[in-house]
């Protein structure tokens, strides 16, 4: 199974951007990239997947590189309920799994 | 819809007793999944199903046993309890085709061994 890295943790200030790293350079071809995040005492909560283009949705957009070995999560404007761990994995239709790795924890100052 | 729902949410159990965590899901997904989650860490996957019948081991299967003989559940049995069995168990399930689907998760089941 490809392996995800991200940073263990980030803080950004409230109402400013945030843009959460993951590389994957072991990707194939078939990989999806997807974002979960899980907020404190909570399950993890879908936030986005991509394949190849960026994609955009009410919660967040993908940045998705031209090699497809890295990819970014950005967070438009920070509140502090995003506060949560961020967790950045590759899905691929052969394999089934869902692999977590531990996730980057986005701390945001009022 | 509820969605995934698990129980119990909280369960005390001493060292060598039994139990099974329940999860089930109403959305008709094919694709059903137990994780564990301990504190401070990721999630590890004990195991998964692909659809009623099939099951497969995960990263961390040992000490567990699931089963799935309908879509709709998918239960994770703990036979001989261990302290190290202590954890947050999370049930997941998602729909699959051409593309791989978003997964939904229940809202946890907190088991401490003593």
């Known amino acids: 199974d490809a392996k995800t890295t991200q940073p263990n943790s980030m803080e950004s200030n409230e109402e400013e951007p945030v843009h959460l790293p993951c590389n994957h350079s072991?990707?194939?071809?078939?990989?999806?990239i997807h974002w979960y995040r899980q907020l404190p005492s909570q399950g993890p909560e879908y936030v986005i997947h991509?394949?190849?283009s960026n994609v955009n949705n009410r919660m967040a957009s993908l940045a998705i590189a031209e090699d497809r070995k890295s990819s970014t999560l950005i967070l438009h404007r920070a509140t502090l309920r995003d506060a949560a761990v961020y967790y950045c994995i590759l899905s691929n239709s052969g394999t089934y799994k869902y692999i977590f790795g531990t996730g980057t924890r986005l701390k945001v100052l009022a | 819809n509820a969605g995934v729902t698990q129980t119990p949410k909280f369960r005390i159990l001493k060292i060598g007793q039994s139990m099974t965590l329940q999860c089930t899901q109403d959305?008709?997904?094919?694709?059903m999944y137990w994780y564990r989650q301990d504190p401070g860490m990721g999630l590890k996957l004990i195991y998964y199903?692909?659809?009623?019948?099939?099951?497969d081991k995960g990263e961390v299967p040992n000490g567990y046993n699931v089963s799935r003989s309908t879509t709709e559940d998918f239960p994770l049995r703990l036979e001989l309890a261990a302290p190290s069995q202590t954890s947050v168990y999370f049930c997941a399930s998602t729909r699959r085709g051409l593309d791989t689907g978003e997964l939904f998760f229940g809202e946890g089941s907190r088991l401490t061994v003593l």
């Open positions: 959305m008709n997904h094919n694709y």
């Open positions: 199903s692909v659809g009623a019948g099939i099951t």
């Open positions: 072991t990707i194939s071809g078939t990989d999806y």
């Open positions: 991509g394949l190849t």
